[in-house]
């Protein structure tokens, strides 16, 4: 079994970290959006990078209004969102 780093953006070139933040601040506004809700519920959803291959994996929960990002990582034989699943379990 594959053990996963804590999320570090530093290691996330510039570029790709400004187009996740500008994105998950457009999903803020509205963070359940149901056509990136990945399969399994726990309120998860995806945010794809599609030409730089990145995905960014983030919970929701309403009843404290917060949305947590738990992965980020290339989409790359689903890496990323195995991580995602992993840690949740923890």
Do not use: C, W
């Not at 990078?49 to 995905?55: A, C, S, V």
């Not at 209004?65 to 890496?79: D, P, Q, S």
């Amino acid at each position: 079994m594959r053990k996963y780093l804590p999320i570090n953006t530093q290691l996330l070139d510039g570029t790709i970290r400004t187009q996740f933040k500008k994105k998950l601040a457009e999903r803020l506004e509205a963070p359940h959006v149901p056509s990136a809700q990945l399969r399994g519920g726990q309120n998860l959803y995806k945010i794809k990078l599609r030409q730089l291959g990145y995905r960014l994996v983030y919970q929701v929960n309403d009843s404290i209004v917060t949305v947590t990002v738990i992965a980020v990582g290339k989409r790359e034989r689903n890496e990323v969102y195995h991580a995602a699943l992993q840690r949740l379990d923890k």
